[in-house]
């Protein structure tokens, strides 16, 4: 399951929640965990919790979008967060094309006119999403003991076996 963090303006909920909410429910229909304040069970209200919360979901995902039709400084931080870890992304806005403004290869920048193109573009980033991860897939077997370690650490530093092997290999091998 591909764990996907979303996240969009708080300011501009009023305007544009009924494309918060189809982001949210299409990317659940393509069998994506969605992590998001949007769809949080709590109600997140201290920043210090908020700012946990992002940090955390963007660390265990394996793709983000976000809604940037009511574009915040809050959000551009967030996308400051998630270049760190290298996350394929999507920005998604009704009113603005930043495709022609900001050149990235790991952002795309796509603008939308109704839910149904909205819909269209997600489809399109997660299928492409899945057809590189297959592509770059790495069947390993490891030893029982292994497994119960490394599901142990997964646990408590709740991130995926992929993750974990990635951080691993990064820290352990010299690029020499």
Same mark, same amino acid.
């Given at each position: 399951?591909?764990?996907?963090?979303?996240t $969009? %303006?708080?300011? %501009?909920?009023?305007?544009?929640?009924?494309?918060?909410?189809?982001?949210?429910?299409?990317?659940?229909?393509?069998?994506?965990?969605?992590?998001s &304040?949007?769809?949080?069970?709590?109600?997140v209200?201290?920043p210090?919790? @908020?700012?946990?919360?992002?940090?955390? $979901?963007? @660390?265990?995902?394996? $793709?983000? #979008?976000? /809604?940037?039709?009511?574009?915040?400084?809050?959000?551009?931080?967030?996308? !400051?967060?998630?270049? +760190?870890?290298? &996350? *394929?992304?999507?920005?998604?806005?009704?009113?603005?094309?930043?495709? @022609?403004?900001?050149?990235?290869?790991?952002?795309?920048?796509?603008?939308? @006119?109704?839910?149904?193109?909205? /819909?269209?573009?997600?489809d399109?980033? =997660? +299928?492409? =999403?899945?057809?590189? !991860?297959?592509?770059?897939?790495?069947?390993?077997? #490891?030893?029982?003991?292994?497994?119960?370690?490394?599901?142990?650490?997964?646990k408590?530093?709740?991130i995926?076996?992929?993750?974990a092997?990635?951080?691993? #290999? /990064? %820290?352990?091998? *010299?690029?020499?």
């Open positions: 399951m591909l764990k996907v963090f979303f $969009a %303006s708080y300011r %501009s909920k009023d305007k544009y929640q009924i494309f918060y909410d189809a982001v949210i429910k299409k990317l659940k229909s393509l069998d994506c965990e969605v992590y &304040l949007e769809n949080c069970e709590s109600n209200s201290d210090l919790e @908020k700012e946990l919360f992002i940090r955390n $979901a963007i @660390k265990v995902c394996d $793709a983000c #979008v976000f /809604e940037i039709s009511g574009d915040t400084f809050q959000l551009g931080y967030e996308v !400051a967060l998630i270049s +760190q870890y290298n &996350l *394929p992304t999507l920005c998604l806005s009704n009113n603005r094309d930043y495709q @022609k403004i900001i050149n990235s290869s790991n952002i795309d920048f796509c603008k939308y @006119k109704d839910i149904a193109e909205l /819909e269209t573009k997600i399109v980033f =997660i +299928q492409n =999403i899945l057809h590189k !991860a297959n592509k770059n897939r790495l069947n390993i077997t #490891v030893q029982s003991t292994a497994k119960i370690k490394l599901t142990k650490y997964c408590s530093k709740n995926s076996f992929s993750q092997i990635n951080d691993l #290999v /990064e %820290s352990s091998i *010299p690029l020499d």
